[in-house]
């Protein structure tokens, strides 16, 4: 099994171009598929989830041709089934939008229940209300969520708990209903908008993502288009949160700082210096950072993607610290794996944490929970004394796209490693260094 080896200790340094966004490219390769023309996507990641989507829509026969790394064109015209289930497909989340995207084209899909990171019971029932108001029936039968419609018609639905997947999922089949659907207490997260953005250049009749409430006019049918997906935020924000971790000086490119504004808020009020132009943001920390408290919220709040990020660099701060999250239930699994680097953090209930910062993390065996919470333990890796090794990598693959590649171009001393022989490789190495 592949393993990350760390040598921590060097302030990472230098510039680094940010990819496509990983959940906003899942909504928009599900939506691509309700055209019978082709649509053209860009600025793909290469990243696990969104290969596996891809294998995924191809087996429905809609053709995908695969252009270069970053971009793939997808034609749904030659749609043969509307079952999806495959092995991999069970282990990720965003599967679920081509029940959306196949309900709205074709009033009939089965998916496999999906999987995605162990972060809480993350349960779908905003999303089958949403099916369900616009006149589907849907049920859970031999691991499979299955739903129907004779027909399709707007309704005004309002949602029980703001959810960026039901909000893509339902916005998905309205395109396609008769008439107008109201969406109330939707998601505003920018990948919300990026899909709707995608769906309204397909021909869809979308007002009112990034607000509170999303009003769609139903069309008969999608047509073909080019569109780029946006910078994602998170990949971003966990190169801003390295300059702060190990006291560098980083500067994001290919990003949209407004969609980082909470994060950039955050550095500056624990210590880090930053400054933003108009598609990059430097993020220089000099200095020890201070001690705050972070809850997790909807967008534009803290996003719950960034909070093990943000316990790791708040592990080294002065003082004491308190992290919330309000999003999911069983988020701080990796915190036993950060204590075992030194930190001193504590969790309460399920969903405080309380941080008193150190001054120095050491390097550690430590094992990969999800998928954020592995890019945060990188992270610490990266600043602690020593070297780490880091278990049950896959899911950082699930969603950073040339991790190792772009932290080394920073300075950042780490490999993928297969054996015992490369590790002991690694260490003689690290030595000398
Ligand atoms: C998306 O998950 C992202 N995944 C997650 O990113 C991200 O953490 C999350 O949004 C929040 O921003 C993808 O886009 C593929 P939600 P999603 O529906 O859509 C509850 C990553 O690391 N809820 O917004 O599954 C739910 O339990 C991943 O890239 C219901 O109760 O999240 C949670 O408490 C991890 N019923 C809250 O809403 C429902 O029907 C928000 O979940 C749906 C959700």
């Given at each position: 099994?592949?393993?990350?080896?760390v040598?921590?200790?060097n302030?990472?340094?230098?510039?680094?171009?940010?990819?496509?966004?990983?959940?906003?490219?899942?909504g928009?390769?599900?939506?691509?598929?309700?055209?019978?023309?082709?649509?053209?996507?860009?600025?793909?990641?290469?990243?696990?989830?969104?290969?596996?989507?891809l294998?995924?829509?191809?087996?429905?026969?809609?053709?995908?041709?695969?252009?270069?790394?970053?971009?793939?064109?997808i034609?749904?015209?030659?749609?043969?089934?509307?079952?999806?289930?495959?092995?991999?497909?069970?282990?990720?989340?965003?599967?679920?939008?081509?029940?959306?995207a196949?309900?709205?084209?074709?009033?009939?899909?089965?998916?496999?229940?999906p999987?995605?990171?162990?972060?809480?019971?993350?349960?779908?029932?905003?999303?089958?209300?949403?099916?369900?108001a616009?006149?589907?029936?849907g049920r859970?039968?031999?691991?499979?969520?299955?739903?129907?419609a004779?027909?399709?018609?707007?309704?005004?639905?309002?949602?029980?708990?703001?959810?960026?997947?039901?909000?893509i999922?339902?916005?998905?089949?309205?395109?396609?209903?008769?008439?107008?659907?109201?969406l109330e207490?939707?998601?505003?997260e920018?990948?919300?908008?990026?899909?709707?953005?995608?769906?309204?250049?397909?021909?869809?009749n979308?007002?009112?993502?990034?607000?509170?409430v999303?009003?769609?006019?139903?069309?008969?049918?999608l047509h073909?288009?080019?569109?780029?997906?946006?910078?994602?935020?998170?990949?971003?924000?966990?190169?801003?949160?390295?300059?702060?971790?190990?006291?560098?000086?980083?500067?994001?490119?290919?990003?949209?700082?407004?969609?980082?504004?909470?994060?950039?808020?955050?550095?500056?009020?624990?210590?880090?210096?930053?400054?933003?132009?108009?598609?990059?943001?430097?993020?220089?920390?000099?200095?020890?950072?201070?001690?705050?408290?972070?809850?997790?919220?909807?967008y534009?709040?803290?996003?719950t993607?960034?909070?093990?990020?943000?316990?790791?660099?708040?592990?080294?701060?002065?003082?004491?610290?308190?992290?919330?999250e309000?999003?999911?239930?069983?988020?701080?699994?990796?915190?036993?794996e950060?204590?075992?680097?030194?930190?001193?953090?504590?969790?309460?209930?399920?969903?405080?944490?309380?941080?008193n910062?150190?001054?120095q993390?050491?390097?550690?065996?430590?094992s990969v929970?999800?998928?954020?919470?592995?890019?945060?333990?990188?992270?610490?890796?990266?600043?602690?004394?020593?070297?780490?090794?880091?278990?049950?990598?896959?899911?950082?693959?699930r969603?950073?796209?040339?991790?190792?590649?772009?932290?080394?171009?920073?300075?950042?001393?780490?490999?993928?490693v297969?054996?015992?022989?490369?590790?002991?490789?690694?260490?003689?190495?690290?030595?000398?260094?």
């Amino acid at each position: 099994m592949e393993q990350y080896i760390v040598k921590g200790g060097n302030p990472l340094v230098g510039e680094v171009v940010i990819s496509g966004a990983k959940n906003a490219a899942l909504g928009i390769l599900a939506a691509a598929i309700m055209a019978d023309e082709p649509v053209l996507v860009s600025n793909l990641p290469d990243v696990n989830d969104v290969n596996v989507l891809l294998e995924a829509i191809s087996q429905t026969g809609a053709s995908v041709d695969r252009r270069d790394r970053h971009t793939a064109r997808i034609n749904g015209v030659g749609i043969r089934s509307c079952v999806v289930n495959n092995s991999y497909i069970k282990k990720m989340r965003a599967s679920y939008y081509l029940l959306g995207a196949m309900l709205g084209k074709y009033h009939h899909a089965e998916v496999a229940l999906p999987g995605g990171c162990n972060i809480g019971s993350r349960p779908i029932d905003q999303h089958l209300k949403g099916f369900s108001a616009l006149g589907a029936v849907g049920r859970i039968q031999n691991g499979m969520i299955i739903v129907d419609a004779k027909r399709l018609a707007g309704a005004r639905i309002y949602f029980d708990k703001v959810s960026v997947g039901a909000t893509i999922n339902v916005m998905l089949a309205a395109c396609l209903a008769e008439g107008r659907t109201i969406l109330e207490n939707v998601a505003k997260e920018p990948h919300v908008v990026d899909v709707a953005n995608l769906l309204n250049a397909m021909g869809a009749n979308i007002k009112g993502a990034g607000t509170d409430v999303i009003r769609i006019d139903g069309v008969e049918k999608l047509h073909g288009a080019d569109y780029s997906v946006i910078p994602d935020q998170i990949e971003a924000g966990t190169y801003m949160f390295a300059a702060a971790a190990t006291k560098g000086d980083i500067t994001v490119r290919n990003v949209i700082p407004k969609h980082l504004d909470c994060l950039t808020s955050k550095l500056r009020e624990i210590g880090c210096e930053i400054s933003e132009f108009d598609d990059a943001v430097r993020v220089v920390c000099k200095k020890r950072l201070r001690c705050t408290s972070v809850n997790t919220m909807p967008y534009p709040g803290f996003p719950t993607d960034m909070q093990p990020q943000m316990v790791v660099i708040l592990s080294l701060a002065e003082g004491t610290s308190i992290v919330t999250e309000s999003i999911f239930e069983n988020r701080f699994r990796y915190v036993g794996e950060l204590t075992r680097m030194g930190a001193n953090v504590r969790v309460e209930g399920s969903n405080i944490a309380i941080i008193n910062g150190i001054h120095q993390l050491s390097g550690a065996q430590v094992s990969v929970p999800d998928l954020r919470a592995g890019a945060a333990l990188v992270l610490a890796a990266l600043a602690a004394d020593g070297i780490t090794v880091l278990e049950d990598i896959e899911y950082i693959k699930r969603g950073y796209e040339d991790f190792v590649e772009k932290l080394s171009s920073l300075g950042g001393v780490i490999e993928t490693v297969d054996s015992e022989k490369e590790i002991s490789k690694f260490r003689l190495k690290a030595v000398s260094m």
